[in-house]
């Protein structure tokens, strides 16, 4: 099983920069793909990226293609969401997630973090 905390959300202008971190509990991080997934007020939850168990794969929603970066460190245990540029479109809450498998739906996924809140000013 695995836990996922995430962190680093906070409030931005427009143009700016945020890091969200996602750190997994358990000894089997590195078995998994991760992935981070977003949820507007009033919206459906949407995929953002994922990464494979071992970073050589990555994927991203055509919405933030160019503008953020997923990465991970197996050694520390934990997954990086790097979004630049970013827009008053991508307020939000963040979630991390873990799946066995790969995919860019949330029913692929079979742990989620409590969510951190990304909230950009125009």
């Known amino acids: 099983q695995v836990q996922l905390v995430e962190s680093g959300g906070g409030l931005v202008q427009a143009g700016g920069s945020l890091r969200l971190s996602c750190a997994a509990s358990g000894r089997t991080f590195s078995s998994y793909a991760m992935g981070w997934f977003r949820q507007a007020p009033g919206k459906e939850r949407e995929f953002v990226a994922a990464i494979s168990w071992s970073g050589g794969s990555t994927y991203y929603a055509d919405s933030v293609k160019g503008r953020f970066t997923i990465s991970r460190d197996n050694a520390k245990n934990t997954v990086y969401l790097q979004m630049n540029s970013l827009k008053p479109e991508d307020t939000a809450v963040y979630y991390c997630?873990?799946?066995?498998?790969?995919?860019?739906?949330?029913?692929?996924?079979?742990?989620w973090g409590q969510g951190t809140q990304v909230t950009v000013s125009s």
């Open positions: 997630a873990a799946t066995t498998g790969w995919g860019s739906t949330s029913y692929e996924y079979d742990y």
